[in-house]
């Protein structure tokens, strides 16, 4: 019982690694469909997004959401390429940047974590069928569950 148990948190070990190997051997072209700008409602507002490639290992983005004529939430990002691993910076008008690291992939869905900060503890972007995108925050915030999602399209 003891050698079975062993055995299957060893194959669960190395099934998390070769998924962390796996998100992080992607190259560029992954992020490519990403570029422009991208806008959809969010509760009483519009949320823009754009992104533009900076270089082989960068790309350079800004979000924020306007209701009326106020900007309520600016926010600088990058999707970066760190040694061998894709982070994700966002860093929210004149605080430090945060961190998280991109933990799994495919062709059209990225979730990159950061499980130390307060919110969001994890970014989803999934590119949708019809070339929508769907951004999505989750984590715990102060022991709740809670979940921003903006689905946005290209303008």
């Known amino acids: ?46 949320f823009y997004e754009s992104w533009t490639k900076a270089n082989d290992s960068t790309f350079v983005g800004a979000a924020y959401n306007v209701v009326k004529s106020d900007t309520l939430f600016k926010e600088r990002l990058q999707i970066q390429k760190v040694n061998n691993f894709w982070v994700y910076i966002a860093t929210i008008e004149d605080s430090y940047p945060v961190l998280f690291t991109l933990i799994n992939s495919d062709d059209v869905k990225w979730i990159f974590a950061n499980y130390e900060h307060d919110f969001p503890q994890r970014i989803v972007y999934t590119q949708k069928e019809d070339g929508k995108l769907h951004a999505k925050m989750e984590g715990d915030l102060e022991g709740v569950q809670v979940k921003e999602e903006y689905l946005l399209e290209k303008y």
Not at 7 to 20: A, G, Y
Not at 21 to 34: I, P, R, Y
Request: cysteine-free; overall charge positive.
């Open 1 to 46: 019982m003891k050698k079975t148990t062993i055995t299957l948190i060893s194959f669960f070990i190395v099934l998390t690694i070769n998924n962390t190997l796996k998100a992080q051997s992607t190259d560029t072209e992954q992020f490519q469909w990403l570029i422009g700008n991208w806008k959809g409602n969010y509760n009483d507002g519009v």
